[in-house]
């Protein structure tokens, strides 16, 4: 009983995402009551017929009171977690009882990240924002929300069976030679031919790196590229994993196939099976996560209403089509969030994915992703401007930390000149913004006042607007060549195929168990698992703990396994507490296990600094973690204020230890494991 809704003000629904489970009890609910020979109303009508009380109720808590619901419980036991982002609110329900709120409210705020990296600035624009999450066109709308909820259900996923998404950061394959001669082939062989290659139409590779499923076996950037956020990077892992699923049932072979491939019992690994027909594996949209699809009524007979999406069938996209990502970059001027790039996903073998982001040059009159960053800073600005103006300040506050209100006319006019009177988007922006300094820079006095209100909406509006038409909307025939071609792409898989043809086999293998206890038993007797995150990276280590019915581990495998795994998701969320009330350490005693948490701050040259008070997070605050809110890069800044001229790196490690082990000697084991973890010889940086 699993469901995620994403509405307008008005109760109109912009996006929906039901389990089985919970679109059947819909349906039994507003079926019955439907008059016979009529049929079951369209199912995007029964949800919002469901929600709308809820929607409501929330709208008039905000108008009337100034604040809505963050959570309530049903009577029926169902947890109802709820978000306003502007005018859109997101409302995620569980009733099977196994996510709690934080996790409720963990999928909203993911779910608003990898709607950004889809959308880019348009999600600043509510107005925009509606229009693209719920277009006219009924077959468009339905190939965009089925893509959403592939998305979210990957996530969903990965949470619950991956590590590396439990504590959001990216892990890498272990394996320093391999790695580093991948960088190499990467820089000095394959971004350099794409790059010098005259068939990448205006394409600049500016990433370019391997997954084996989800972990990284080598991460390459140019010299002219920013640094990739850990946030986007691991958003990016789940649009290709949800491109190309890793399926742990073909991963997984019968005691008997281990056997007959290496003769050394169950404990071995095998070859994974081939890949899927092309179709499946080319153009999939979306994982398998069950044999029920989302949007099947149970009774056949049942005709659906002509609006339904659910009986139009979604065409998949053309593989060499490359998906429009929105990232952050950096530059001397400082961040710039939601940039535009191409990002090409090419399937190397099941489970291995090579990805290439490339720099977008535009459409006709735009020549390049410099108008992106102008439209960032002129949209920080006006926004910056409207909440001092919403709340009372003169119009000096809203220049502080910002680009001068006389400094913005001058440039935006330039901008609007650059851009041309010829589009219809840039005349509307030069009749608004006309208005807009006819209102602000009167005569004889100052206009930034509470009336300017609504036309900084208007600019906002208007300047996403470009932005949509820029890098959002289809350009003209003469551009459809803007990507790199069918046959070059073709090309880079083959290289990278060649490349790592020989070491295929031992890379599935080794992405299932990657590290594993055993290496570590003789120098930390009674040590179970640990998890070790480098924060300030955004990377993580930990043994492997891959729970099916067909492979065995240190842990054994089936319900003991499961049961051990469990455990450590469970301390997962109970340190996250902890460090939301300002914890950096949390010790606790769980039956016949010992868990130990440390969060701690180092110098450049691995010195530890003194621990000092952590901020104190309200309930209601967005989830700890790096994917959709980056709480840690936060945090380094606040500690890093009372260490000025120092660079200060965050590090968090989470043991388990047997209970009969002494205190003092856990205390020991994690004071050793710490410094041994981040070695340079055993884990090379990227």
Sequence with gaps: MRCLLIAS?????????????????????????????????????????????????????????????????????????????????????????????????????????????????????????????????????????????????????????????????????????????????????LVQQLNSSTEKAGEEVLHAFILVHTKLLAFYSSRNASTLATSDLLALIIVAQNMYPSSVDLDDSSPEDVDSTSGSGPESFYTPEPSPTDRTSMSSDKPERGNTPVFEFMDPDVQMAEDSLQALDVPAPDPSTPRRVFLEISSKDGLYAMMPHSMYCLPLWPGITLVLLTKVRGCKQIPTSAVAMSIYKFLEAFTKLEKCLGEGQDSSAASRGQL????????????????????????????????????????????????????????????????????????????????????????AQTMVQEKLMDWRDFLLVKSK??????????????????????????????????????TTSELGKGPLAQFFKNKVWSLVSTTRCFLRKGYSTVTLRDGDFYFCYFLWFEND??????????????????????????????????????????????????????????????????????????????????
């Design 605 to 686: 040259t691995g010195y530890k600094l003194e621990a000092g008070d952590l901020p104190i997070l309200p309930d209601d605050s967005a989830p700890i973690g790096m994917l959709a809110w980056d709480y840690y890069r936060k945090l380094q800044r606040y500690y890093s204020k009372s260490h000025q001229g120092e660079v200060v790196r965050c590090y968090e490690l989470l043991t388990v230890h047997l209970g009969v082990i002494p205190t003092e000697i856990i205390l020991q084991h994690c004071r050793q494991l710490a410094s041994k973890l981040w070695e340079p010889s055993r884990n090379p940086l990227l």
């Design 404 to 491: 001068a209100i006389h400094d913005i006319r001058s440039k935006l006019d330039k901008f609007i000149k650059a851009l041309g009177p010829s589009e219809l988007q840039s005349a509307q922006l030069l009749n608004v913004w006309t208005e807009f300094k006819n209102r602000a820079f009167v005569r004889g006095g100052s206009g930034f006042n509470k009336d300017l209100l609504p036309w900084c909406t208007r600019m906002k509006t208007q300047l996403c607007g470009i932005y949509r038409q820029c890098f959002l909307s289809p350009c003209g025939p003469g551009d459809v060549t803007q990507r790199l071609s069918s046959s070059l792409q073709e090309r």
């Design 9 to 189: 003000e008005s109760a109109e629904v912009l996006f929906h995402w039901t389990d089985p489970e919970f679109q059947q009890s819909i349906q039994q609910q507003y079926g019955s009551s439907q008059e016979d020979g009529h049929g079951l109303p369209a199912f995007e009508d029964s949800i919002s017929t469901l929600f709308a009380p809820i929607i409501i109720s929330c709208s008039t808590m905000v108008d009337r009171l100034g604040d809505g619901y963050t959570s309530f419980t049903t009577e029926n036991n169902h947890i109802y977690a709820l978000h306003q982002f502007d005018e859109c609110l997101y409302i995620a329900v569980n009733g099977d009882g196994e996510e709690d709120e934080d996790v409720l409210r963990r999928k909203i705020y993911v779910m608003k990240k990898m709607i950004e990296v889809l959308f880019g600035m348009v999600t600043l624009s509510s107005q925009l924002l509606r229009r693209e999450l719920r277009p006219q066109d009924t077959e468009q709308r339905a190939r965009l929300w089925k893509h959403l909820q592939g998305l979210l259900e990957t996530y969903s996923h990965l949470r619950e069976n991956d590590q590396s998404f439990l504590v959001e950061a990216v892990e890498r394959l272990i394996h320093p030679t391999l790695c580093e001669q991948c960088i190499e082939f990467l820089e000095r062989r």
């Design 513 to 550: 168990r990657n590290i594993t206890m055993v290496s570590y038993l003789e120098d930390f007797p009674g040590l179970i698992h640990f998890i070790c995150v480098d924060r300030s990276t955004g990377q993580m280590i930990a043994p492997s703990l891959t729970i099916t019915e067909r």
